[in-house]
């Protein structure tokens, strides 16, 4: 039921052009320039503050622009809003729906704010809604919830969809839950913007991210080429049974840098895991050091990300950290 | 127009869903209009018993017939100018009756010199009203019993209950409550965010601001209907005034009340501090402008705050029509005080509406 995508794949469904805006002296967007595909999910990452909610804004036609262009299929959000919210969907973070009207009740009152719209039938079949169609919004789980606020996303059968950190405060199964639904969105041909504080969400969905910092797009690629452009090396954790001296390890030539670990045992950055993990091992035979709890892990896009929260919020981190210590 | 009202209608929903709103609401205003008109019961009139008088004699006698009578335990004479005042006060249930002294009336004039003028179908109690006039008037000077002779006139008096004394007003006051609330909901669906989610459908901000002013009117209409059904089939209460009449005062009542809700909460900085302000306007309006008591009861300084209250002037208008028939020319003044207050208010509110609008970008 769902209609081809009214713009091919491949085809600009957003570009914005050389984009500022300043709220008194913050320049809040500083020179943005971005296309996005048609069919793609497009990952706009970056810290609070970044530019993010400022960029989505002037394309929802919600705040105007000082400078720069932004054409969402080709029109101006300046002169062509309702032509433009016919076909977008979004969804909000910190947009709530009145909690007293049910499911059924919210899809159905924004349905009849569209001229085309899709069968609730058919939202409820692609967000499995069937069992709470009549409960109040109120009443709903965080994962229940999240699904409704896509569903009405997709009310419009939108041929752009804008989430705004669409699995917040949900547990790991909602989340990969919802993963999925976002992946069949872009299976229909749907072009998605994703906002996600989340890196793993940004790199299991995204096709494409940009990173905003500080108003302007310090990355943009796919999260892979990101990855390997920043940090390609390969870091190790690990104890040992016996004590070493580490000034040794770490003057070893396949060893890019060696230290205590934060959280106990040691780390060693490699140039990549086939080289790095055999050098460490033929080490540890010839000190005659048992290795124990050993821990490879290659950079994430969190990684790059945090390249960027740290130059305002902390002292750089060029190392790749453990997985989990992410916040 | 689909948009217009789903959306319409969703705001009545959402208000029918809350139970305790509905409770606090609509019970608590037909509770008290119940707990006074049982409590009250016909009071007023067993104090005092006004009767108009047209002196047309305007002798010495006659003078002191007057002051006789006014000066009874329990009689009040309200003199007036014409036979047609006598009926229209006792239609507005204001006298009892009415005594008319022929030209040549002297103390010991045959009873064809003196008419009492008397409703058809008036209560048995006020023939003691009417046995203790007489008595009165044959101890002034005249033997015969009765001293007049009887005009009998079909009026359809009002009726003068607590109850008939407080329900225009209890109308007025249900408009005044739900339309004030309707500046809160504007603000909720601001807080939790569904007015910014709104903002980025084609519907437009005019669609959504009527939109939710309608549901909340559709509100009103139902309070009203509850009131009427309780005043009317369960207390007998009449409603004299023209159905155009009461809905065109519904009306205003509607847009003034609404205005100054929707001006308070865009002056309020949270939905918590819009609500107290709320309640500064509404409890001492339901306690001052006439609801309950007359405000001309009122000492002075609560008269002229009163006054200054929008309450009062839908009070009295809602009474007047309601209760006495009174046709809206005859609330010129009533009419002029709500919509000064409803233009003061839309200029603030209106004002504030586009930036606060904008803010919730």
């Known amino acids: ?327 | 127009m689909k948009a217009f009202w789903k959306l319409s209608l969703a705001v009545l929903k959402m208000y029918l869903r809350d139970p305790l709103t509905v409770a606090l609401s609509l019970f608590l205003i037909v509770f008290m209009m119940v707990l006074f008109g049982l409590v009250m019961g016909e009071e007023q009139f067993k104090v005092e018993l006004p009767v108009a008088v047209w002196d047309r004699a305007q002798t010495p006698d006659s003078a002191a017939l007057l002051a006789r009578l006014d000066g009874d335990e329990f009689l009040v004479v309200e003199s007036v100018g014409s036979e047609e005042e006598i009926l229209t006060r006792i239609r507005e249930a204001k006298v009892i009756g009415g005594l008319v002294l022929a030209p040549g009336w002297t103390p010991a004039a045959t009873p064809d010199q003196l008419r009492l003028v008397r409703d058809d179908d008036a209560n048995k109690w006020l023939d003691l009203g009417f046995e203790r006039l007489s008595a009165l008037v044959v101890a002034t000077g005249g033997a015969r019993t009765p001293p007049w002779t009887e005009s009998v006139a079909q009026l359809s008096v009002v009726k003068n209950r607590y109850i008939d004394f407080i329900f225009p007003g209890i109308l007025a006051m249900a408009i005044m409550q739900v339309c004030l609330a309707s500046g809160v909901v504007l603000l909720e669906a601001r807080e939790i965010g569904v007015l910014r989610r709104l903002r980025l459908t084609p519907v437009s901000g005019l669609t959504i601001f009527s939109s939710v002013l309608t549901g909340r009117f559709l509100i009103v209409v139902l309070h009203l209907l509850v009131l009427v059904a309780v005043a009317v089939f369960g207390f007998g209460a009449q409603i004299l005034g023209s159905w155009l009449d009461l809905t065109l005062l519904v009306l205003l009542g509607t847009l003034a009340f609404m205005a100054l809700g929707i001006a308070v909460a865009m002056v309020a900085p949270t939905l918590e501090s819009a609500s107290l302000f709320l309640q500064m306007f509404s409890l001492p309006m339901s306690f001052l402008c006439g609801v309950f008591f007359k405000v001309d009861s009122m000492p002075a300084p609560l008269e002229w705050l009163s006054r200054a209250l929008p309450l009062t002037y839908l009070v009295d208008a809602f009474r007047g029509t309601v209760r006495y028939g009174a046709p809206l020319t005859d609330h010129g003044t009533e009419i002029l005080a709500l919509l000064a207050w409803f233009v003061a208010c839309l200029a603030l509110g209106a004002r504030s509406f586009r930036l606060w609008s904008r803010d919730s970008a």
């Not at chain 1, 008194?24 to 296309?35: E, M, P």
């Not at chain 1, 692609?126 to 709470?132: I, P, R, V």
């Open chain 1, 1 to 327: 039921m769902i209609n081809a995508p009214a713009s091919p794949r491949g085809e600009t469904v957003l570009e914005i052009r050389h984009l500022v805006k300043t709220y008194g002296s913050h320049r809040a967007v500083d020179d943005v320039s971005l296309t996005v595909q048609a069919g793609e999910i497009f990952g706009l990452l970056g810290p609070n503050g970044a530019g993010k909610t400022t960029t989505l804004e002037i394309v929802e036609g919600l705040r105007q622009a000082d400078s720069g262009s932004v054409r969402v299929f080709g029109l101006d959000p300046a002169q062509h809003l309702d032509a433009i919210r016919a076909r977008l969907g979004v969804s909000l973070q910190k947009s709530r729906y009145w909690g007293q009207l049910t499911v059924e009740e919210t899809l159905d009152l924004f349905r009849s704010f569209y001229p085309k719209t899709l069968p609730v039938a058919e939202l409820v079949e692609l967000f499995d809604l069937h069992e709470k169609l009549r409960a109040p919004m109120k009443s709903l789980s965080g994962g229940q919830y999240q699904r409704v606020v896509l569903a009405l996303a997709l009310v419009n059968d939108p041929d752009l969809v804008l989430l705004d950190e669409p699995t917040i405060g949900l547990d790991p199964q909602a989340r990969r839950r919802l993963w999925d639904v976002i992946r069949r969105l872009r299976a229909r041909g749907k072009t998605v913007i994703l906002t996600t504080h989340y890196m793993d969400e940004a790199h299991a969905l995204s096709d494409r991210v940009a990173i905003l910092h500080r108003g302007r797009v310090v990355e943009l690629g796919s999260p892979n080429e990101l990855i390997r452009a920043k940090n390609p090396h390969v870091s190790v954790r690990f104890t040992t049974l016996q004590p070493f001296e580490l000034a040794g390890l770490a003057a070893e030539p396949w060893c890019l840098d060696a230290r205590a670990a934060d959280e106990g045992g040691f780390q060693v950055i490699v140039p990549s895991l086939r080289e790095g993990l055999g050098a460490l091992i033929g080490w540890a035979e010839r000190q005659g050091i048992g290795l124990d709890e050993l821990e490879t892990r290659a950079a994430t896009l969190e990684d790059v990300f945090l390249t960027y929260a740290g130059a305002s919020e902390r002292a750089p981190v060029t190392i790749a950290e453990p997985a989990g210590s992410a916040s």
